[in-house]
């Protein structure tokens, strides 16, 4: 297999698509509001991007076995831009990877005509928050006015040590490669998945973009997360044991 290999699997039509990307990170917000978009809308897989810099191992779904890839997937949504989905289960192992795995992803964006890029992903506080702030960085003027907005902040010096792994990538060879690009960060403890901070990302993404999507299942997935973080302050306050895994799963 090539270092880096990419399988063509649909070639359909968009019109001036913008390139939505959420792979996993912090709190697993922008892995959940990719998914999210891809559950919601009707979408089709386009393209399989496999890479020797993955993990050295396969997904199991009911005895089948899949090689790691991250994968894209077109939407046309009936409001608003075609969107092409960048998501996965995994980002490279090496700095090497990283590099080389986002001028991939940025070449299959150019194939399709992507017009702007749009990295999500999460900016940890530390603590347990109640409100979800979302923070972005891009790499035009016109592009932070734009999200300015639909009521993104941007901070000096947020995040500290800046934005790593593919969506700080996207910026900055995006950048070089001509592609406007913007990452939209919500805020998030960093301790747990997080699907309050994927909503609140998504819908500055549903502002901008212009399409709509029900966050009924996101916003049951945050129930079940709230009874988890209830679970540990209960226990913190009687100086209990950790939970089990079984415990702290990830429901859904």
């Given at each position: 297999m090539d270092e880096y290999d990419v399988e063509t699997v649909a070639d359909p039509d968009l019109s001036e698509p913008v390139l939505v990307e959420g792979l996993p990170g912090v709190g697993h917000v922008g892995k959940l509001a990719a998914e999210h978009l891809l559950e919601e809308l009707e979408?089709?897989?386009?393209?399989?991007?496999?890479?020797?810099?993955?993990?050295?191992?396969?997904?199991?779904?009911?005895?089948?076995?899949?090689?790691?890839?991250?994968?894209?997937?077109?939407?046309?949504?009936?409001?608003?831009?075609d969107m092409l989905v960048l998501s996965g289960n995994h980002q490279a192992q090496d700095t090497e990877g990283h590099y080389g795995l986002t001028d991939t992803f940025l070449d299959v964006a150019d194939e399709f005509g992507v017009d702007e890029v749009f990295a999500l992903g999460g900016v940890p506080t530390g603590e347990l928050i109640e409100e979800y702030d979302v923070l972005g960085a891009t790499t035009t003027d016109e592009f932070a006015e734009t999200l300015s907005e639909a009521g993104v902040e941007f901070r000096d010096d947020e995040p500290a040590g800046g934005i790593v792994g593919v969506s700080g990538l996207l910026l900055g060879l995006g950048k070089r490669r001509g592609f406007p690009a913007a990452c939209l960060m919500g805020e998030t403890s960093g301790y747990l998945v997080d699907p309050?901070?994927?909503?609140?990302?998504?819908?500055?993404l549903q502002t901008v973009v212009g399409f709509e999507v029900d966050f009924a299942t996101l916003e049951e997935r945050a129930d079940e997360m709230e009874e988890v973080v209830r679970k540990i302050q209960e226990m913190e306050q009687q100086n209990a044991p950790a939970p089990s895994d079984e415990d702290l799963r990830y429901i859904g």
């Open positions: 979408s089709e897989l386009v393209r399989k991007v496999y890479s020797t810099h993955f993990p050295p191992q396969v997904s199991i779904d009911e005895g089948r076995a899949e090689l790691a890839a991250a994968e894209f997937y077109a939407v046309t949504p009936e409001d608003g831009r309050k901070s994927a909503q609140a990302v998504l819908e500055v």
